[in-house]
């Protein structure tokens, strides 16, 4: 028997369109009388100026990331338990480090503090899981304990770091929409995809989840793999959290930011597991969705926008997950 | 009332893409013990799961429990069940007595019910005090049946355990079915060789490519058409092993010593040997003996507290398990630690030389030759399929045959095999053997790591057995039977002529 190279792509569409349909139907059935208005803000109001365009692209960035964190992670057999303490940790070291004034110094002190927040618990052994959910409430107390003197507090948003130190905001490409953190983001995802299908050691990394003992066999240092592999989701998952809060957050206070990205995060992660482009893919849906639900939020009300997105996200995440499962059993 | 306490047929069921059985059928009469019989991979394991209720069937026209239709796998199906498999029926943290409450309810009568059954079936040494993880296998086996016992099982299924019995263990244990099938149990058993079948059952259905071949009666009939009914063919598959005068000693082991966790006592000590050029050494144990860590230390594995490696005139005591196979040594793990069952196929087969420079330039794997090497080896080793199929999908002979090809093919100085041909059947165990007496007649070493004393008999130049981490003896093949082999493996005495060497050593 021989599995369907194809069957992916196919799969992932059919989740991403059985989730809008689902979305749809919400929209339907809670607001009948605004659905061809509302559905037509959803699918494009995204796309409707430039701006938006970019906005959305540049949460895409950061929802990629976070994506291909938990595909690393689960290459290597791991469950990307600690990514929120990862993402928090990381925006904390960007921030503090937005002193610097060096966007590309910013980055690299998230991506390495999320990385040492992501190999932590590893410290722990049998207990990761355990470590990984306590170190993501210490980050979340640590950042906000440290973020508390910084010279740009909540209120002021971007624009007062804009003021304070103008060159830790990542640029937008020769004054387009496109920011600096899409290609950042299309760069990690290429990196990612060459590291872990084409060379030795993603190779030994994917060895360590397909069968443990076996890699052990063959003389793989299967700890160190690990250890790695948790490091590498961490290290994106902090610069995600770094990106997330120098691009445009609505507070630095990030015990308000987190949830919101996290609803977001969850499903673009679960769609996106399975491949580095599946990755990119979701992000870009996920991030096009939370575009609309904004233009949603005036129309139904938030909470009801808020339904109708989730409905879309987690079915579709939901039904690709079971088609994996699926595909395991058979 | 029926005659019969469990009736099926015409079972089917499918799993990763096979038919693991096609058309099974099968009538088990009540105070009979029934033998289950059949090659490696003729469904035999599948349809005793099927019959305790741990899965379902994808199809089966007729299904009845002491003349009852019912469901397979519902509440009444189960009812009075037992199930015995040959290892994985305990949990390891419990206690034997721990481990009776899972699937029953706390019953303030349990040890002294428990007490009573271990001395009217002569089971008072079975320790059930001890956490199951320290039992030896055949110890978890009987704390399993003791289990069902408590709980007042009609029908005993047995799965496998033959194979974790030596000769010795194998009598007392036929004749405690024997007095329990007196006494109205319904017993079947799985697995095991015609003879054994012969000596234990009073019918004995036979399995072959997931279909029933026959019922007989082993009264009536003998182990050589039992064997014929099996494999379809009267061929008798006996190794050709060839006479070969042993050369130079290529892997020297003294004094091999490796610590227990927590510092407890050593996993093995004291262990020498050595292996020679046209030699197979077979290094044999009942569970725990230990010769399954020393095949471990051996490749650089398990760190050790003590002793010496030597290959061909190197010392390799600290080397990498990377350089060991560097060196020369192939190792051929037990067929569930040796492959990657959701990867491609290929993936496998380079996973003990993807770090080869053909496979890898700079890091970077070579898809291509890794594509190449994988075809090649499943065209040389006849492993039908793709390999870009993952390797779940294969059956699990051809999945022996590629963890064979993927160990003798380069013909390296040294192989180390572990349970070479563990659920092999007739014709793919011949074929790995064959393979392993081709290396030792291309004058390479060979170390067979198996508890099943057929497979030592016929392979085997030099014998070692190992006890509770130690080597007991030292045998020659030609002047042992299987019954002696049994009797150290499982008392530990150590052979009188091995302790000599060993004291002459010192």
């Not at chain 1, 902090?238 to 609505?250: P, W």
């Not at chain 1, 938030?302 to 989730?310: I, K, N, P, S, T």
């Not at chain 2, 005793?48 to 019912?70: E, F, H, S, W, Y």
């Not at chain 2, 079915?177 to 259905?205: F, H, N, V, Y």
């Amino acid at each position: 028997m021989k599995r369907k190279k194809g069957a992916l792509p196919i799969a992932w569409t059919a989740a991403v369109l059985l989730g809008l349909a689902a979305g749809v139907a919400v929209l339907f059935l809670t607001h009948a009388g605004q659905a061809a208005e509302g559905l037509g803000q959803l699918l494009g109001y995204a796309v409707s100026s430039v701006g938006r365009l970019g906005a959305a692209l540049r949460f895409a960035a950061v929802l990629m990331l976070l994506g291909l964190g938990c595909y690393v992670s689960a290459s290597a057999g791991g469950t990307a338990l600690g990514v929120p303490g990862q993402f928090i940790a990381g925006a904390a070291a960007a921030l503090l480090g937005a002193a610097l004034n060096q966007w590309g110094l910013c980055l690299l002190l998230g991506a390495a503090a999320g990385c040492a927040w992501g190999m932590l618990p590893r410290l722990f052994r049998g207990h990761a899981a355990g470590a990984a959910v306590l170190l993501d409430w210490a980050a979340y107390f640590t950042a906000d304990a440290l973020l508390a003197g910084l010279p740009f507090q909540p209120g002021d948003k971007a624009a007062r770091l804009a003021a304070v130190h103008p060159g830790a905001m990542p640029p937008a490409l020769g004054g387009s929409f496109v920011n600096a953190a899409v290609p950042v983001a299309l760069a990690c995802a290429a990196a990612v995809w060459f590291l872990i299908r084409s060379t030795t050691l993603g190779y030994e990394i994917r060895a360590c989840a397909l069968n443990r003992q076996a890699a052990w066999n063959a003389g793989v240092r299967v700890n160190q793999r690990e250890t790695l592999a948790a490091g590498l989701c961490g290290g994106l998952a902090g610069l995600a959290g770094g990106l997330f809060f120098l691009l445009d957050a609505s507070t630095y206070a990030l015990s308000g930011a987190l949830p919101s990205v996290a609803f977001y995060a969850v499903p673009s992660a679960l769609l996106g597991m399975a491949h580095p482009l599946a990755a990119v893919g979701s992000a870009l849906v996920v991030a096009w969705l939370r575009s609309g639900q904004t233009a949603l939020n005036k129309l139904i009300g938030q909470q009801d926008a808020r339904l109708v997105a989730g409905a879309a996200l987690y079915l579709g995440a939901l039904a690709l997950l079971a088609w994996r499962g699926m595909r395991r059993g058979k | 009332m029926s005659e019969y306490s469990l009736e099926m047929a015409q079972v089917r069921k499918r799993a990763d893409g096979q038919w693991i059985l096609e058309d099974a059928s099968l009538q088990v009469r009540k105070g009979e013990i029934h033998g289950l019989l059949g090659d490696g991979g003729a469904g035999k394991t599948m349809l005793m799961q099927i019959l305790a209720g741990l899965c379902r069937p994808d199809g089966c026209v007729t299904a009845k429990r002491n003349g009852q239709i019912t469901s397979p796998g519902s509440g009444a199906w189960r009812k009075g069940i037992g199930w015995i498999p040959a290892d994985r029926g305990l949990v390891d943290g419990y206690t034997g007595y721990e481990n009776f409450l899972l699937g029953g309810r706390m019953d303030k009568t349990l040890r002294q019910r428990a007490a009573e059954l271990q001395r009217r079936y002569g089971l008072m040494d079975v320790p059930l005090d001890v956490p199951a993880g320290r039992m030896s296998a055949y110890e978890r086996m009987q704390v399993t049946l003791l289990k069902c016992l408590v709980w007042q099982c009609d029908v005993l299924l047995l799965d496998d355990v033959w194979r974790m019995m030596t000769c010795q263990q194998k009598e007392a244990f036929s004749a405690l079915l024997q007095t329990l099938a007196r006494e109205g149990k319904t017993i079947l058993i799985s697995g095991g060789e015609p003879r054994d079948m012969m000596a234990w059952t009073d019918r004995c259905t036979v399995l072959r490519d997931g279909k029933t071949v026959k019922t007989v009666s082993t009264a009536l009939t003998d182990a050589a058409s039992l064997e014929e009914l099996m494999t379809g063919t009267d061929e008798a598959w006996t190794p050709d092993k060839l006479e070969i005068a042993p050369g130079s000693v290529v892997l020297e082991v003294r004094d091999l010593r490796v610590p227990g966790p927590d510092g407890r006592k050593p996993l093995i000590n004291g262990v020498s040997f050595e292996v020679r050029a046209g030699e197979i050494v077979c290094l044999t144990g009942n569970d725990g003996g230990g010769q399954e860590i020393c095949a471990e230390a051996l490749m650089g594995l398990r760190p050790l507290a003590r002793g010496r490696i030597r290959l061909g005139g190197k010392i390799i005591t600290r080397a990498s398990t990377r350089d060991r196979m560097r060196s020369g040594i192939s190792y051929m793990p037990a067929e569930e630690n040796g492959l990657l069952p959701d990867a491609p196929l290929s993936d496998s087969l380079v996973l003990h030389r993807y770090w080869d420079l053909a496979m890898q330039d700079s890091g970077v794997i070579r898809k291509r030759a890794v594509r190449s090497y994988a075809a090649d080896l499943m065209e040389d080793y006849e492993i039908p399929g793709d390999s870009d199929s993952p390797a779940r999908f294969l059956p699990r002979q051809d999945r022996l045959r590629a963890l064979a090809a993927r160990a003798v093919e380069r013909e390296r100085e040294l192989l180390i095999a572990v349970r070479p041909t563990e659920g092999a059947d007739r014709q793919t165990a011949w074929e790995i053997h064959q393979d392993i007496l081709g290396l030792r007649e291309s004058r390479k070493a060979v170390l067979v790591i198996t508890r099943d004393v057929e497979e030592v008999k016929a392979l085997a130049d030099r014998i070692f057995v190992m006890n509770g981490g130690e080597i007991v003896a030292e045998l020659d093949p030609a002047l042992t039977t299987e019954e002696e082999i049994g009797l150290l493996m499982t008392t530990g005495l150590r052979q009188e002529k091995y302790g000599r060497m060993t004291e002459e050593d010192e």
